[in-house]
């Protein structure tokens, strides 16, 4: 790459400055030729016979001391080198110029050269703030924004220009992103009993030619609300138990569940009906029904206990279960024949026919029959 030869007035005349664009190379292959300064000095001879150099020295360029050419050393020209020293010395190249008489004079300013880096994609776009995670709760409505995603490209232009989308969603794509903002959006209701976590394959492309790229993954994690109600499995309780059965002895233990988690998920239990006269009991947390003293199958033959589970959800958002316990209580022979008098009397005819009723004692009729 030729440039115009740049003049350097000699002994009289203020520093010029000169432009020159030049690829960003890297890495860059060895020094093409950029740019020949000249200057002039009116002297003969050797007092006319000049001498280039570069100062301060610049490691990215070298000068022919002779001719004036400025070249490449070979050292990446990296237009993104975050340096703030090397980025200025890559762009700024000071020439001065002596003559070689005795004693030499030296140019009283130097001439500059502007080196304009010209971009090459050399940058992939870079996600920031990585490992992307996030927390939302369950049941937002969908178009909830969920996280906003950022990558930068140090490259310029359309090499430096970013846009995003989502390649998959494990395990299933209840998302969307704005392709400029990096915004992620859903695009369903997330229900945490259904999927509890997303993984996110989130992609972010410059616009170079050719593009390029990089990837990251965003988890999601959904967050529980207390949207369960306490399930029995079964419902419906049959219980047969002798009359006679000790105080607290177990009756059954309810099966109850809740999708939840945590607290929406701890569950407590109470008997709300059927338990009049106080024989049976629950247990708070385990859910085993119990009597309380035995029971009495000529007071009370059967039972059906109204049992309710409820969760341990933010106050106000508490669910509940509902479960029935019939239960049946079996005849035990714990009462003795009784006569309600101890002595009966009756006035019989003496034609009366066998097998008629004279008498009743308890429930049991007295019968006559003639032997
Ligand atoms: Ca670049
Ligand atoms: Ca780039
Ligand atoms: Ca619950
Ligand atoms: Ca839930």
């Not at 870079?126 to 178009?143: D, H, K, M, R, S």
């Not at 945590?262 to 709300?272: K, R």
Request: glycine share 6%.
């Amino acid at each position: 790459m030729w440039s115009p030869p740049v003049s350097l007035y000699y002994g009289h005349s203020p520093a010029e400055s000169h432009r020159l664009q030049a690829e960003e190379l890297s890495p860059a292959p060895r020094s093409p030729l950029y740019l020949q300064v000249a200057a002039f000095d009116p002297d003969l001879a050797e007092n006319g016979s000049l001498v280039y150099s570069i100062r301060p020295p610049n490691k990215f360029y070298s000068l022919n001391s002779t001719t004036g050419k400025i070249r490449t050393t070979g050292v990446v020209l990296d237009r993104e080198n975050p340096n703030p020293q090397e980025a200025e010395l890559m762009r700024k190249i000071v020439v001065s110029v002596t003559d070689r008489g005795r004693p030499p004079l030296r140019a009283t300013s130097s001439a500059t050269v502007f080196v304009n880096l010209l971009d090459l994609n050399d940058n992939d776009p870079i996600f920031q703030n990585v490992p992307f995670i996030t927390e939302i709760p369950e049941g937002l409505p969908a178009g909830s924004s969920v996280f906003q995603v950022v990558a930068i490209d140090l490259d310029e232009d359309l090499n430096g220009q970013v846009t995003y989308r989502m390649q998959v969603g494990m395990p299933r794509m209840d998302f969307r992103i704005n392709s400029s903002t990096g915004l992620i959006n859903s695009i369903a209701v997330l229900d945490r009993e259904r999927i509890a976590e997303y993984y996110l394959r989130v992609v972010a492309s410059d616009a170079g030619v050719p593009s390029k790229s990089s990837t990251s993954t965003l988890t999601v994690r959904v967050l529980d609300v207390n949207d369960e109600n306490p399930t029995f499995f079964p419902a419906v309780y049959n219980v047969s138990l002798p009359e006679n059965i000790p105080r607290d002895s177990k009756v059954v233990r309810l099966n109850c569940t809740d999708a939840d988690v945590g607290l929406n998920a701890e569950l407590s239990y109470f008997i709300t009906g059927g338990n009049q006269d106080g024989k049976f009991s629950v247990g708070f947390r385990d859910g085993v029904v119990k009597t309380v003293v035995s029971l009495d199958r000529e007071t009370v033959p059967s039972y059906t206990l109204i049992l309710e589970a409820i969760d341990n959800g933010p106050t106000g958002k508490r669910r509940t279960g509902t479960a029935a316990v019939h239960v049946t209580v079996l005849d035990v022979n714990d009462n003795r024949p009784i006569f309600l008098q101890s002595s009966y009397e009756a006035t019989v005819p003496e034609d009366i026919p066998d097998y008629s009723s004279i008498v009743q004692a308890c429930n049991n009729a007295f019968l006559f029959r003639r032997f």
